[in-house]
Every structure is written in C-alpha cells, then in structure tokens.
C-alpha cells in the first residue's frame, strides 16, 4: 500500500496541533469536581505576578483562552487587601483568532513597535486587562482600556496600582477589554475572580466560614445540531436571534444560546451533566459566584430534594450588604439570585445532609423576545460527603470590624443633575430584517452612534466629587446589562418601582420593553463620583459583549474637582424626587 509522504506529513503535523492545542488551556472533563482556582496571594502588601494570556483552536472550531501564572496555574484568583501594591506583569501569547469558522493560526509576530499604552489598536489577538469594580485610575499601567492594547510578541506589560484602602471588601474579576473582541476572548474563558480580602470584617456572619469561589463562564455550544433532552418538553422550533444566537423562545427550555461551565467545568446542552461540588454534611459555607460569562444571565439557585435553599446574601458586586448601616448584623435571604454578565454574588449556603443531593441550577431568564434563550439548567451535584475536602481558604474568625465608611452613604447624598440614556438597537437597512444590527446606548439627545473608541470626544462630562441620578432606558426588545468602569451605583428605582437597596452595584439589568407601554422600561442609578480616583477618561457599556463589541458604549470623562469650588459636592445639591429645589435635568440639546 501506498501512502504518500504528504498524507503522513498531514497527519503528524495534525496529531501535533492537536497535542499542542489541547495542552494549551486544558479543561476539566464535564461532571468532574469543580476546583478552586489557585491563589496568588499578596504579601507584606505587594502582590506580584505573571499572567500570560494564552489561546488554542480546539478541533471543534472553538477557541480555548486562559491566562496563565508563572507556574502555569490556569485564571488563579488574585487575592489582595485594601492598600496593597498590585504588580502584574502581563505577556500576550494569544496566537489563534476564528473568522467565521475558519481558523486562522497567526503567527506570533516581532514586537509590534507600537506603545501599548497609546497604539489603541485593537485586533483579534490584542489583549488588554480590566479590573471590573475596582476604583482605580483610568490610566495606562492601572485601568485604561480605551488605548492600551498589548499585542503577541510585545514585551511583557506591567499593570501596577494601589488597592484603595477604601475599597469595599469583595469578589472583583479580571479580564480582556479589547473593543470589538471582548466576546470570542470571554467566551473562551479568558477571565479570574480577584478578591478584596476582609468580607468577614463587614460581614460578621462569614467570619471563620470556608469560602469557595465559582467561576460561571459561557462558551459557544458544544453540541449545536443536538435535540433537546426527551425530559424536556416540546417548544417551539428553534430560532435564532439577531445577534446568531438561539432565540429565547419564552419557555426556559429548548436550545441555549451559549453553554456553561463552572470553574471550567463544562455543563454542556443537551444533557447539562452537572459538575460535583463536595461539601461537608451540612457545612455552612461562603459562596463567591462570578458571573464571568460573555452574554448569558443567570438566576442561581440550590435545591435539596427540588426544593430552594435560602442563601445568606453577604455581597453583591464587590460591596458588602447594608454598607451604610455596618452595625447590622442580620443576613437576608434569598431562594434564587439574578446575576447579569459581569455581576457577582456572595452568599452563605449550609450543605446538605448526609444522603441528600443538592444542586446548584440557573433557572431560566426572560431575556425578552429579542433576547437569547438563557435555559434552566444544573451547574453542579451538591455532595454532602464526610470525606470531603476541607476548604483550602477560610475566613478570620474573629475579625476586627472594618472601620466605618470615610463618606456618607450614597443614598444620602443629593445630585447634582440627572441625566437620561437609552439603550436601542437599528437594523442597518431598516428593509432587510437580516440585515446586521447595530447597537447603541446614547446620552438622550446625542445622535445615536455605534462606540468609536477613537473619537476623542467623551458622551458625557462629569465633575470629580460630584454626585449625579442617571435614567437609563431600554428602548429594545431584549435585555441589557448596563455597567460602568471605576465606580460603584446605587440602583434607586427598576421599572418604575423605587427599591430600597443597602448595597451598591456596578453591573445592572435594564428591564426590556413589551413594545406596547406607552413609556420604556428604565432604571435610575445614584453614580458616585466622588473619589478622586477615578479622574479621567473611561467607558460605560452593556454588558452582554456581543453588544459590547457592536457599539453599545459609551465614554465619560470625570473632570477633577476644581479648587476654587469646593462646594461642589454641597452647594449645587439638587433634590431629585422632590420638587423644592428640582435637579438640572441634563439633555443635549439636537440641533
Ligand atoms: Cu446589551
């Protein structure tokens, strides 16, 4: 038999690929044991450390990213306190982009010649880090994503910033923030949790409790062509949405736009085989679940024999519950929690008896009729084990209490003016339904225009020690998930209901509208400018990065606070919901 040299030579060279691409990022087999990312920890207040970003073409068309530590741990969790230096040092060896479903191996080039910190390009394979929550500066080296762009073959590229001493105690994340990319490099993984140390000085209830921290990625589907499970009932047929993705069909089954996985585990569609958590019988324990998925919501609940388990809400967003009252000790319950891409939640859960199995589920989501089909789903076996593992991590158990907060609770605090955005969407030809659709989220009164990171002119001016009410509304048919860099809000009203929230957010859902009510559906945010961190340039976006990437962003510069007019944080005070002295209601005028 004759086999020619170049058929061998195909197949070497494919055996290898395989070898190589599989080493890189490797993934937990599904139904495995969901393990903790390693963690790199600060010591006497620096934390230094390599993170390489790293990606490979699996066979299935998929592209695998991770980052990587010096000694290979994949995503590790950094874990600092407030005050600490934080070194990273950070080396784009991303080699692989999808177009379409081509796979392009790019090789990795000479050093790109062009300075990380204001080259701005922004390609396939530029990678960026952002620390979502974290109020830092919005400058090159600590938390600029708007030029800094570090491409494959540059030299290592140091992020280097202060934990403010102030910064609420939490579960924060890193990850890429390439305009236009953020999405395929998401979805591939590329994302670690990084933990504000001291929840339990906050929080008396987590003192001295085991904590675990879960990851909740999306990923394209494994198994696309599969029919749903034959215990799920019929729905409709499948459709997709204008983004290409499976269209929520309003039943919480069928088809999933994206599959999950939790710590890398994946949990893929149809049979959504659940990953195994272990815990002690009856262990109670702090639970830290990042939402680090691309466009997918989740609804988390635990249930024991079918039935919700309350859940001790500890934080959200980084911020500790009841922030601006420290001295209350009560937890309130939960039975299920929404989380939008880029949300985080802590919470105390207890572990089930012996020989009962509990699971950790996301229940479905009402994305609306434009939105992607987020399904029910389990996420992992809860397994009470007396055999388990104890927790590599716990919290002080008898903490000092964290000091009370420097500045006065947001709440108080009147605005300064209120302004109006909305979210939209509009097909390119309006005469073509399949025609690309294009995203927006516009200052009201602005020209709605797809986010060009190079215009140089910021959407909105704001005023460092300031205060402003932020109205933003949904003018779509689907879901979003409004989130601004550097700052923490509190979310006043949803859907015209006021909520009496004790806890500040940076990533919040904007209710969908029903195409019928006479007014969209909209949220108002209290946004804090007041540190004087955060002066500078930086973005506000959805937070579903396929909208992301397509425009739906925006830029803000915060001015500082000047001198002569230290009154600003009191003197241009307005009240925003009564009428004696009414807020400046902030509308560009369209000329
Ligand atoms: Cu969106």
Sequence with gaps: MKISVWAIVVVLCLAHYCVRAESVCPRPEQGSKVEEPEDLRSQNGVLEAQLTARNAAQSNGAIRYCYTDAAGHESPTLRVHPGDLVILHLTNALTEVSHGTALMPMPAHAHSAANPCTSGIMSPVST?????????????????????????????????????????????????????????????GASGALIVEGIERAKKAAAGLPERVLIIRDQDLVNPNAPPA?????????????????????????????????????????????????????????????????ITYLNLSVLFNRIPQPLGLVAMDGVPMNLNDPLKDSVDTQNHIGLPPGARVEFIVNGPAEGVTGLLVTRTVDTGPGGENDTN???????????????????????????????????????????????????????????????????????????????????????????????????????????????????????????????????????????????????????????????????????????????????????????????????????????KTPCKEFRVSKN
């Excluded at 400058?139 to 609420?168: I, L, W």
């Excluded at 990953?275 to 262990?283: D, F, K, N, Q, V």
């Design 377 to 579: 789903r389990m996420l992992a076996k809860i397994v009470a084990s007396s055999n388990a593992l104890e927790s590599s991590t716990k919290l002080e158990s008898s903490p000092q209490p964290l000091p009370p907060p420097s500045e006065a609770w947001l709440g108080s605090i009147a605005p300064v003016l209120v302004r109006h955005l909305y979210f939209s969407e509009k097909l390119t030809d309006p005469n073509d339904p399949t025609s690309a659709v294009e995203f927006y989220l516009t200052v009201d009164g602005q020209e709605p225009k797809m986010f060009d990171m190079n215009s140089g002119i910021p959407n909105i001016v704001a005023k460092q020690g300031t205060v402003e009410d932020w109205i933003i509304e949904n003018r779509s048919r689907e879901l979003h998930a409004f989130h601004i860099h550097q700052l923490h809000f509190l979310l006043l009203e949803y859907a015209g209901r006021q909520v009496n929230e004790d806890f500040l957010r940076d990533t919040v859902n904007v209710p969908y509208y029903d195409g019928r009510s006479l007014a969209y559906p909209s949220v108002r945010l209290r946004m804090d400018f007041r540190d004087p961190n955060i002066v500078g340039t930086f973005v506000y976006h959805c937070h579903l990065l396929e909208h992301e990437d397509k425009g739906m962003m925006g830029s803000i510069r915060v001015d500082p606070a000047s001198p002569a007019a230290p009154e600003n944080n009191a003197g241009a005070q307005c009240d925003a919901r009564n009428s």
């Design 128 to 188: 960026n880090l952002h620390f979502h929550g974290l109020t830092i500066p919005p400058v090159c080296h600590q938390d600029d994503v708007m030029k800094t762009s570090v491409q494959p073959g540059d030299a290592p590229f140091e992020y280097r910033f202060k934990v403010p001493a102030n910064e609420p105690p939490g579960l924060y994340w890193y990850h890429p923030h390439i305009h236009g990319f953020s999405k395929e490099q998401l979805l591939g």
């Design 230 to 294: 034959k215990s799920e009932p019929v729905v409709p047929k499948f459709l997709i949405d204008r983004d290409g993705d499976a269209a929520n069909n309003g039943t919480g089954f069928g088809k999933p736009a994206k599959d999950l996985s939790i710590n890398y585990v994946p949990v893929p569609y149809p049979d959504y085989p659940p990953a195994t958590l272990e815990i002690r019988p009856g262990e109670k324990q702090l639970w830290r679940v990042l939402n680090a998925s691309a």
